[in-house]
């Protein structure tokens, strides 16, 4: 007979919150290869975005304190060299907590691709969780399954990877020192943070002088943003520490590839779901610079598409010819998939904001045919309620309002 | 009762080469819309690769032919403005020739994506077709349904479009004058060609000595070597000059995305069956800035992958940072995954060719996470004989022998 | 900023449980189109069965209490006539639950499809969520997403319907009248269940004598058992009495087509998460005698399968020849798929579990080539830890022990 | 440089006509393992259809001259016991017959599923081949891609298997004697053929006398009408008597689950092309009791659709309560699927026809549920050139004509 004895909840973990990447924090939690357990993080900003209908705290926000990661969980038996194996079972929001947020943010707070060519200001839209499914108010007409994932996940550098990325985004920051948005974030004190008591100041301030930040995604996974690294996927991670210290953060309720708009993702709250092994000596015997992983049989299948090119001429400004460069590419495949929603009834935000949150596919074409490169974005045609296919009559207008903006009216 | 008269084959629109872009090279022939129709197409090199066992003629290549188009056809009513609308019914060999190349071109000859890195000398792989299926003797272990394509299809450009085209291009060119292989190949007389007898003298020098070269992709379609335009796949390209002039040619048994080695899809001589349509308005209707099209229901699917991640980051080389380039993360991922292949045997230069050749995907992960950006590429675990997965034992190696190279043996 | 004020969970309408299809049984309560709800299910049997290593539950269970049912819920506005669309928006187990079960029940004692032919004897796998995937000790090797779903769901019927039932199935019984086990279940006041105190005596009665048995699925859904009416699936019911009366039950985490062993899902209490609308006149509007339903676009992908082909002839047996049955057709491809994982080392019990419990696709081959209707069973390969492909070698025979069998060791 | 001497096409072994099984028919040619060949085949009726506008041609067809088989072809060192591996590695019309049809036969000459109950006359539709896809003038607003398949393909059956056959396939027969369709067709000498000429006269009488009909699939394959087994499939059969002789025939372009009115597919002329193994001993190895297959990785893909369930009531008719019969529940998926795409505005025999061809997918959902099995026949989208979904405001019902009918207007 089915009794208490014989069911046995998942363990949480309860959260560790940091915001930095350094070898010297300390593990939060420890678990054993093999066993199943529940991390439970807050929105990559910690809750400073709202169910509301204005944007005036995306405006607003305050970046110096992002990413807020959970963890660091340590793994039993794991050391330098080794391959950790994540098996992220499932990722979902809180039951309480049953929606998320995607935001356009300000060109000088933020930015986002295109933050300059649209001068941003900030708007959003908020998304309902409807089971698998999101709808939003702020964008009407569509509706998609979810290909939940963490943004960020990564296990914790050693001491001499940590200081090769400092020099290494030092020189790019210091070749670019005036750029708005910054074309980089270097370490800083101000807002960094580790939730544990018992580190001694000295420790403390160590992690927070040198401190990576969380924003680029690095040899370690990090902030990678990679859509199908959903729940049901299994990715192998390189250990740079004992322990290996896993850290995760920033779940995403869906994304589309690329994360236009930087905080393109519908951002939840939530929990994650994790098992883990190891394989002894794996970073060479897999030949592991970087994570690598098996997608989900589970993530959202929708075979009709409508696809869109883009090639490395930025012919949607001054028209100026890039060298084969696939993020030129990219955005323009991503200006000609506006332009098109912006046919049937979106606004500029709220497409922009689409493109970032539903589960579009943006592939690399070819990036050999100088000096062109070409990428392609494919908007999944199963998400709209409408038809929206090319027709012999043109496209129906519709009107779908506006996503939420700033209180003041500013777009 | 099937008799002879109510059987009737599709009519073959025999080939008319030319090999630059031009509104003034006049329709080789002319078709009405909804007539099913053939183009016979030679290679894109115009036979001058052998189905043998070394690789010189890959060397000594001579590109200022390239690429061999057939065409162009003129559509009947369409005009400036409209959109022409192309089924790409099938695309396949010629049955007397069952067979196709992939080939890694010399730094100085031709180039490729790891032509620096490699400083690469010729080589190549002989794929044999069987039926939907390719091998490959230089190659072996793996077997894959082609993803059968047209690397290069597009209208006509107008006057207008040509000269923004040689502009914008002619600027990059003098800015990177040295740069080796070229960043891009501006109009040059010398290997031009068009294969219509009944032009003018002087209209066929201005041909040679304004057409744009046909290695890049532009607005109008052009090499863009995608690999999902295949056969099943709709189109919708831009109309620049009266009647369209589609012209197609360098058709690929199979190719992944990126066509990392420039020669890098299985380049064939073959059969595009096409059929067309107009939508009077069209550009202005969908915002056509450059083709869309909607993808092939019988895409080779391959739902096992095993997936690489690649950022921004040359550390490969000289571990730059690079500015939210998804071609240096591109190239990454890439890089990690011939590391995994020559892991389980393959050769540096096999593995480059499989990579080119097969289905691989690579997706845009995320474009926003500064100054990092993220590309994944996805083995198909399918095609492979052998399991590939990371075992925790290690991976197997193999012996596979190398792929064609020099006669001179330098590789 | 997030707040609980801005943050509020989806309604959970208790379980109102019942074990009867009537008319008569009251809305136990009534939401309005648009809602969404959730509604909270015991398992299949009321929780007879437990999470141990023997199935001596299985022997004994009590079947005359069997389906236990949540519900009904009213939708405000439906009438005869209407269509009830019913998103299934999430079906999972409950947190503090996380498992579930599959049962052989005995020939005398619930049966299943082959109770006669293998004399069967009380055996069960549990199986362990540990997020979207499934993994049992009972049966390793193991490990496949979950396409979960309700096994029964379906509105309630009005008194012609029930009449008809209970009028056709019943001519059926006596037709058959010692066929062991039985080949339909009659009303039967022994074990009849409606959990609400507020009915009068006179009309309990009433319900419990004609209230059809939950075990075969009708024209109103019911106990059909389709795998792919899972979360993300969107249905359209005929809707029979005012409020339509929508009750849902037998939760499964997976199961396989056919759901060969009758308990052959992988049985869970748990939740499901719903959203209904209304299409007044529906059941005229689309011809509707049964529902029909739109799939979800998470159902697992395993591209990679084993196909097993059966036809209707039972060679296994006697060899006699049906006259195009597909369901000998479809035992046929059934005990060709069990004689190959027994050459792979499962026992039969364990391969008869796991063909009924994995996401096993079987296809109605073709029902015209007289005498042999042929049914196809396809095995995915992406859910075994091994490689099963055919080869050359033979199939490498592992140990994978038994499943969970009776105390007395009787199989 | 690709020359005539490098490029040498795979050899045709011209078709060797039989229309019985028989272990005595000659091999007709002999292939090594490893070889890839070709082999042309007549439609399955001998070109009896033609493509025009009536279906007299369907009316009057001679039935005892079917099915066409080219073969044998034998496998060099394939002995009983063995497993050949056929790899299916392409199948496609005729360049010069770009054309197919589709058939409902006479209730008193063929038959078809719903002969009976719709007392069938015949009528049939052409379906014009573009390149990968099918439409028809006779079926409007619909196109897909072809899953394209013999429909029949087997390995000669030992005499003591043809024994076997025989007996239980005449008792059935003796069974039903007065059956309209017959249940089943013996062996007859009215009709049979074998097209090679150094046969003996004896041994020729032999194989009129006691050859087995082509109409079902059986333990070797034969007629089994699998969609699945299609180009790019690798299907493994067992071998009976040495060389295994394979025959072949009845190519379909297109076909949907179940064949509903047998002469369901897109019945075609064409190529099929092949290669074969050996594995030695693999009947034992694999327990092979019957073919078993790996599906293709081209076969089409369209994720959206719409499902129609089916339980074994004959509710349409008499409303008899059938026991557990999945070819009934089959019979009312479809029957619901007509009386929807009735409503779009598709006559009976057209939407008959359609079901029978487009790539239908038919999934037995469960045969557990006493008395009624449940089958669902789902009904792909994206073959649809309109929107089909169920709306608020119901059906769009469209005039799409009528398919082809007799001349003197019998429907």
Redesign the interface.
Known sequence: ????A?????PTLVEGLHNRWHPDIPAFATVKPGE?FNIQCV?WTG??????DNSD?IKNVDLTKIHNLSGPIAVEGAEPGD?L?V????VRPF?????GYTGIFELENGG??FAREFNSRAAKAIWDF????ATSRHIPGVR??GVSHPGLIGTAPSAELLA?WNA??G??IAA?ADAV?????GPIEKGAYVGQDGIGEEVRRKIYREGART?????H?G??????LS??SRC?FPVFIKGANLSVGDLHFSQG??????C?AIEM?GII?F?TSI?K??VE???L???????????????????????S?D??GD?????????V????AA??AI??L??IGYTREQAYLLLSAAPV????????????????L?LPL?IFEH?I??K?E??TKLDFGQCAIRSDGVV
Request: aromatic share 10%; proline share 7%; charged share 20%.
């Open positions: 007979m089915a009794t208490r014989n069911s046995v909840a998942h199943v929105d809750a400073q975005i709202g169910n509301n705290d391959c194996v098996d992220i079972l499932d039951d309480k907590m049953p929606w986002g691709l409807k089971g698998v499914y998609f399954a090769t290494r985004e020189a790019l670019h948005p910054p074309v980089a974030y924003v680029p995604g690095r040899e996974g902030n990678c943003d990679i859509k199908n729940r049901g192998y590839d690329g994360e236009l708009s930087f393109g709250a779901t098992s394989i000596g794996g015997k897999f030949a610079k970087q994570p690598i992983f098996l997608p989900s049989p589970i993530d959202p299948l929708y075979s009709s598409k409508l696809i869109f090119e883009g090639i001429v012919y949607h028209g100026k010819q890039y060298n084969m460069d696939a993020t590419a990219y955005k323009q200006l000609n332009a098109y912006m046919k596919e943006s592939h690399v074409g070819a990036v050999v045919d100088s000096p062109n490169a070409c990428v392609t494919a199963g038809d296919l090319p012999e043109g496209l």
